[in-house]
Nanobody
Framework: QVQLVESGGGLVQAGDSLRLSCAASGRTFSTYPMGWLRQAPGKEREFVATIAWSGRSTSYADSVKGRFTISRDNTKNMVYLQMTTLKPEDTAVYYC???????????????????WGQGTQVTVSS
């Protein structure tokens, strides 16, 4: 069983930075890609970023490219999302999730993720 617990969300102003963390349980954490996805009120869930099992490859949604950075520490079973130059449209609940494909690069398709955290709220005021 895999458990994912996000932290680090909060209320910030436009232009600020925030770092989200995701703590994962399970002995096989290091063999799976991980991702961050988000859902704003009244909107569909959307992909934000993903990182390969090795940490050597990352991919981002166009809307966050250049502003957000995903990283992982396999020795600590942790995944991070560093967010800079935040905008009001980044307001959403952010979810950490595990991609179901072991040793993969990670997917932008939310249906590829089989374990999800409870989410952490990020609110960016203008």
């Amino acid at each position: 069983q895999v458990q994912l617990v996000e932290s680090g969300g909060g209320l910030v102003q436009a232009g600020d930075s925030l770092r989200l963390s995701c703590a994962a349980s399970g002995r096989t954490f290091s063999t799976y890609p991980m991702g961050w996805l988000r859902q704003a009120p009244g909107k569909e869930r959307e992909f934000v970023a993903t990182i390969a099992w090795s940490g050597r490859s990352t991919s981002y949604a166009d809307s966050v490219k250049g502003r957000f950075t995903i990283s992982r520490d396999n020795t600590k079973n942790m995944v991070y999302l560093q967010m800079t130059t935040l905008k009001p449209e980044d307001t959403a609940v952010y979810y950490c999730a595990r991609d179901r494909v072991a040793y993969g690069l990670g997917s932008s398709d939310g249906d590829s993720y089989d374990y999800w955290g409870q989410g952490t709220q990020v609110t960016v005021s203008s």
